[in-house]
């Protein structure tokens, strides 16, 4: 059973920096990808935000977020980070850790998620 917990959200101002954490657990997480999706509000559609893929660590990115955040992984301690520099508001959602096998596609498990929010 995949377990996956977020933490590092908060409050944080316009500019500023926040790094998130995906705890993995339950199995090898070898052959799949990771991902990052938000919510900005209940009812919205889950956008994607970043993914990486657990063996080469291979990246992708939402074009609203290129150039901000950086996804990575620590396979030593089963986890995957966001690191978001220059906020904004916009940036403000309940973030989602996403964990899915390359092969064969499925929607994979989700963590319970981390509010972020972006002060003006």
């Known amino acids: 059973q995949v377990q996956l917990v977020e933490s590092g959200g908060g409050l944080v101002q316009a500019g500023g920096s926040l790094r998130l954490s995906c705890a993995a657990s339950?199995?090898?997480?070898?052959?799949?990808?990771m991902k990052w999706f938000r919510q900005a509000a209940p009812g919205k559609e889950r956008e994607f935000v970043a993914r990486i893929t657990w063996n080469s660590g291979s990246t992708r990115y939402a074009n609203s977020v290129k150039g901000r955040f950086t996804i990575s992984r620590d396979n030593a301690k089963s986890t995957v980070y966001l690191q978001m520099n220059s906020l904004k508001p916009e940036d403000t959602a309940v973030y989602y850790c996403n964990a899915a096998p390359i092969l064969p596609p499925s929607e994979g498990s989700w963590g319970q998620g981390t509010q972020v929010t972006v002060s003006s």
């Open positions: 339950g199995r090898s997480f070898s052959g799949y990808v």
